[in-house]
T-cell receptor, first 113, second 116 residues
Framework: DQQVKQNSPSLSVQEGRISILNCDYT??????FLWYKKYPAEGPTFLIS?????DKNEDGRFTVFLNKSAKHLSLHIVPSQPGDSAVYFC????????????FGSGTRLLVRP | EAGVAQSPRYKIIEKRQSVAFWCNPI?????LYWYQQILGQGPKLLIQ????????DSQLPKDRFSAERLKGVDSTLKIQPAKLEDSAVYLC??????????????FGPGTRLTVL
């Protein structure tokens, strides 16, 4: 039972363009969402988060949008840079899961120079 | 500030052998997590400690996996005996706050285990 889904295993974008990574969840009790970025042979690093009381959170080139009615969130990277090439994991958390992070399967982003 | 340290970085063993992984969290972090990440999947929580007590081990296969966190600092995760399906990256993470709220988790580089 996958509660957090990232349906696109990979995404390729030209440098300078927008990257949009998508994530869907099934548990309506999730109320905190995070994006992690992972380079090869390294652990995931926190990128950006959003609480369910908001529908948008921005940090520099990174913006996360949350659509609670659709149980969908997305990460926008503008402009995309080659250094953004990595695997991006969406994660969700909530009080009914004891604040455990439930991760999606990840999307591999390639930013072409 | 030093990050989460893990060792070894790579381990290859035969099935039915035993293996142990070590984790040193960021200094002062109360909560420590062990995750299993199978190729093509996201990290899955195995066990969560707050200080030296277990908060959640509901997804730990207790017939073969064990973990401890002595003195509320370092932690070890053991598999005995290993099965082929245990091949994965084992990630350790730590967070400053306790387990009753949202808090950023800092991950170590992981140990890649291959079971032959």
């Amino acid at each position: 039972d996958q509660q957090v889904k990232q349906n696109s295993p990979s995404l390729s974008v030209q440098e300078g363009r927008i990257s949009i990574l998508n994530c869907d969840y099934t548990n309506s009790m999730f109320d905190y969402f995070l994006w992690y970025k992972k380079y090869p042979a390294e652990g995931p690093t926190f990128l950006i988060s959003i609480s369910s009381i908001k529908d948008k959170n921005e940090d520099g080139r990174f913006t996360v949008f949350l659509n609670k009615s659709a149980k969908h969130l997305s990460l926008h990277i503008v402009p995309s840079q080659p250094g953004d090439s990595a695997v991006y994991f969406c994660a969700a958390s909530g009080v009914d899961s004891s604040y455990k992070l439930i991760f999606g399967s990840g999307t591999r982003l390639l930013v072409r120079p | 500030e030093a990050g989460v340290a893990q060792s070894p970085r790579y381990k290859i063993i035969e099935k039915r052998q035993s293996v142990a992984f070590w984790c040193n969290p960021i200094s002062g972090h109360a909560t420590l997590y062990w995750y299993q990440q199978i190729l093509g999947q996201g990290p899955k929580l195995l066990i969560q400690f707050q200080n030296n007590g277990v908060v959640d081990d509901s997804q730990l296969p207790k017939d073969r996996f064990s973990a401890e966190r002595l003195k509320g600092v370092d932690s070890t995760l053991k598999i005995q005996p290993a099965k082929l399906e245990d091949s994965a990256v084992y990630l350790c993470a730590s967070s400053l706050a306790g387990a009753s709220t949202y808090n950023e988790q800092f991950f170590g580089p992981g140990t890649r285990l291959t079971v032959l």
